[in-house]
């Protein structure tokens, strides 16, 4: 199984401005998205980042508000854009191979509150 | 287009019952379904998947699950529960490509 590390863990940001999430994967690794749990929610898709092109958003979700990036196989990026107090939710990063059965692992999560 | 259902908010279960936790699918072709949980302040923990093969899935902690496909269910199931099996519980349908989606997830109350 993959070890999924972020950073920050957590972070209060005022409105207006940006936060840039990282996400660190132990092995190499296919496939890598973005997930995001608003309070007392389940977690819905953002985005797929793809190592070496443009991430694949989700309907609702726009490059430009949730900028991604993905230089290699064990790194990826999320930026949140001009935030609101609306943007304030559990951002987490998962991981995994196709060719392992699917399974995907989950970092543990930045919890993001926008004041 | 694929969907999960979580029909139950909150389970309340006392020490040493059986616990199960519900889950409905739809999907277009063949399933792919994932159990996930999640503790308080902390990510998600996988528990178990099918993708193929036997109905009943073994999985993490004590935990399996029940693959009925004319039912369209996959339900969660620990035989003996303990008071640490309080959590946050999630089914979820995947695609070929990883891609999950999630049920509005399930909390489950083990009292001593």
């Known amino acids: 199984s993959a070890v999924i590390s972020q950073k920050p863990s957590r972070d209060i940001c005022q409105r207006g401005t940006s936060l840039t999430i990282q996400c660190q994967v132990d092995s190499q690794v296919t496939m890598m998205f973005w997930y995001r749990q608003q309070p007392g929610q389940s977690l819905t898709l953002i985005a797929t980042a793809n190592q070496g092109s443009e991430a694949t958003y989700e309907s609702g979700f726009v490059i430009d508000k949730f900028p991604i990036s993905r230089p290699n196989l064990t790194f990826s990026t999320l930026t949140v854009s001009n935030l609101s107090p609306e943007d304030s939710s559990i951002y987490l990063c998962s991981a995994g191979d196709s060719g392992d059965s699917y399974e995907q692992y989950f970092g543990p999560g930045t919890r993001l509150t926008v004041t | 287009a694929q969907s999960v259902a979580q029909p139950e908010d909150q389970v309340n279960v006392a020490e040493g019952n059986p616990l199960t936790v519900k889950c409905t699918y739809s999907v277009s072709g063949n399933p792919y379904l994932f159990w996930y949980v999640q503790y308080p302040n902390r990510g998600l923990q996988f528990l178990l998947k099918y993708i193929t093969g036997d109905n009943l899935v073994k999985g993490s902690y004590g935990f399996e699950a029940e693959f009925n496909k004319s039912q369209t269910s996959f339900h969660l199931k620990k035989p003996s529960a303990l008071v640490s099996d309080s959590a946050l519980y999630f089914c979820?349908?995947?695609?070929?490509?990883?891609?999950?989606?999630f049920g509005a997830g399930t909390q489950v109350v083990v009292t001593p």
């Open positions: 979820a349908v995947g695609d070929s490509w990883g891609k999950l989606q």
